[in-house]
Nanobody, 129 residues
Framework: QVQPVESGGGLVQPGGSLRLSCAAS????????IGWFRQAPGREREGVSC????????YYAKSVKGRFRISRDNAKNTVDLQMNSLKPEDTAVYYC??????????????????????WGQGTQVTVSS
């Protein structure tokens, strides 16, 4: 079982930047995509950004498009999420997950958490002045 491990969360002021990193050895063998998800208290977990391992297809939630960038390094088995222009509403626990998901299988839902079965422990991101 692949166990992703997140790092890079923390406290940042509005307008600042953070870079999250997900390390997951072996995911290239069993999974097709890696995603970043977040969950704020009282809210449903949402897909923030996903990337396919083989082709590098990407998905971004509308709320983060233009501010966040996902990237992968298959040699290092890492997927990073660069978060810029952070807003207080970005505050949440961010999770990395591996999934058997592809755009041609699930269309616009390919970054939905239901398709991702191996989850990290999460890292807190707090955007506050």
């Amino acid at each position: 079982q692949v166990q992703p491990v997140e790092s890079g969360g923390g406290l940042v002021q509005p307008g600042g930047s953070l870079r999250l990193s997900c390390a997951a050895s072996g995911f290239t063998l069993d999974y097709y995509a890696i995603g970043w998800f977040r969950q704020a208290p009282g809210r449903e977990r949402e897909g923030v950004s996903c990337i396919t391992i083989a082709d590098g297809d990407t998905y971004y939630a509308k709320s983060v498009k233009g501010r966040f960038r996902i990237s992968r390094d298959n040699a290092k088995n890492t997927v990073d999420l660069q978060m810029n222009s952070l807003k207080p509403e970005d505050t949440a626990v961010y999770y990395c997950a591996a999934g058997r998901s592809r755009p041609d299988w699930y269309g616009s839902d390919w970054c939905h958490y239901m398709h991702y079965g191996s989850w990290g422990q999460g890292t807190q991101v707090t955007v506050s002045s």
